[in-house]
Nanobody, 123 residues
Framework: QTQLVESGGGVVQPGGSLRLSCVYS????????MGWFRQAPGKEREFVAS????????RYADSVKGRVIISRDNYKKTMTLQMDNLKFEDTAAYYC????????????????WGQGTQVTVSS
């Protein structure tokens, strides 16, 4: 069964950093576009960042631009999201996602999803 497994969430103070990881279980995902999404309580899920299969195309939501970096290592079957200068409004469950098509990820409708990892920014 196709799996995407996130890790790295936790509780951090404002201005702090976290590094989220998403490990995928199938070689197929090495040729898929991937991305990160988040959902805060009472809010709709929103796009955070995306990366093409080769890592050449990147996109970030305006709300995180300049504070996060998305990357991937297809040999290690891992995608990461480095988040710096975290803010209260970054508190959410973060989800890893993948799809054959990059535009599908960007549009927010990837076919495959992980279970999520919680990020809480609190003083």
């Amino acid at each position: 069964q196709t799996q995407l497994v996130e890790s790295g969430g936790g509780v951090v103070q404002p201005g702090g950093s976290l590094r989220l990881s998403c490990v995928y279980s199938e070689d197929t995902f090495g040729s898929y576009a991937m991305g990160w999404f988040r959902q805060a309580p009472g809010k709709e899920r929103e796009f955070v960042a995306s990366i093409s299969w080769g890592g050449r195309s990147l996109r970030y939501a305006d709300s995180v631009k300049g504070r996060v970096i998305i990357s991937r290592d297809n040999y290690k079957k891992t995608m990461t999201l480095q988040m710096d200068n975290l803010k209260f409004e970054d508190t959410a469950a973060y989800y890893c996602a993948a799809d054959e098509r990059y535009d599908t990820v960007v549009m927010g409708s990837p076919a495959y999803w992980g279970q999520g990892t919680q990020v809480t920014v609190s003083s």
